[in-house]
């Protein structure tokens, strides 16, 4: 089981960057893909993107490729979403979660075993 902190969301104007944080505690971090995902108001958890355990190869949904870029840093136990060139439609809570030891990477909330609390994001136009 991990513990995941999120941290870094706040309000920015549209054309800004943000850079979240997912701080890890418990088990062996490097060895635990890392997802974040996004939830506005009444709509479900949508995936993001993700960093594999080990190589740390990256995913991303299509509609955050090449705004948004995922880092982890074993070292630290932590990954980071740098999300630039933000829109009001990027306005929600992201969360970080963890997958299976050793486990693929999802873009399903349901394959990700361990949550941390929000970070709420807004963008205002």
């Known amino acids: 089981q991990v513990q995941l902190v999120e941290s870094g969301g706040g309000l920015v104007k549209s054309g800004g960057s943000l850079r979240l944080s997912c701080a890890a505690s418990?088990?062996?971090?490097?060895?635990?893909?890392i997802a974040w995902f996004h939830q506005a108001p009444e709509k479900g958890r949508e995936f993001v993107g993700a960093?594999?355990?080990?190589?740390?190869?990256?995913y991303y949904a299509d509609s955050v490729k090449g705004r948004f870029t995922i880092s982890r840093d074993n070292a630290k136990n932590a990954v980071y979403l740098q999300m630039n060139s933000l829109a009001p439609e990027d306005t929600a809570v992201y969360y970080c979660?963890?997958?299976?030891?050793?486990?693929?990477?999802?873009?399903?909330?349901?394959?990700?075993?361990?949550w941390g609390q929000g970070t709420q994001v807004t963008v205002s136009s």
């Open positions: 418990g088990g062996t971090f490097s060895t635990y893909p």
């Open positions: 960093v594999t355990w080990g190589p740390g190869r990256t």
């Open positions: 979660a963890a997958g299976g030891e050793y486990s693929g990477t999802s873009f399903d909330p349901r394959d990700y075993c361990d």
